[in-house]
Nanobody
Framework: QVQLVESGGGLVQPGGSLRLSCAAS????????MNWYRQAPGKQRELVAI???????NYPDSVKGRFTISRDNAKTTVYLQMNSLKPEDTAVYYC?????????????WGQGTQVTVSS
């Protein structure tokens, strides 16, 4: 079965850094676009980083220049390096794998990892 397992969350002071990892199994990892989302209490889930199967990346303005997404297809793992963290980055961070199989969308989610930015 498909599993996406996030790790690396925790408590960090403002200005600090964290590196999240998402280990995937049960999918042909290299075919999937890999994404990181986050959801803060009382807010909608938002996309924070995309890395396409070919390696192209994209970020919303809220994290651009601070967050970096990368992937290691050999390890079937995607990473999110988060620098210069702010209290507003506090959220549960979710890993997402998505692709089209023909015209059928295929999507899988991890269980999430908590990131808390606080002094």
């Amino acid at each position: 079965q498909v599993q996406l397992v996030e790790s690396g969350g925790g408590l960090v002071q403002p200005g600090g850094s964290l590196r999240l990892s998402c280990a995937a199994s049960g999918i042909i990892f290299s075919l999937y676009n890999m994404n990181w989302y986050r959801q803060a209490p009382g807010k909608q889930r938002e996309l924070v980083a995309i890395i396409m199967s070919g390696g192209t990346t994209n970020y919303p303005d809220s994290v651009k220049g601070r967050f970096t997404i990368s992937r290691d297809n050999a390890k079937t793992t995607v990473y999110l390096q988060m620098n210069s963290l702010k209290p507003e980055d506090t959220a549960v961070y979710y890993c997402n794998a998505a692709r089209l199989s023909g015209s059928v969308p295929m999507e899988h989610w991890g269980q999430g990892t908590q990131v808390t930015v606080s002094s």
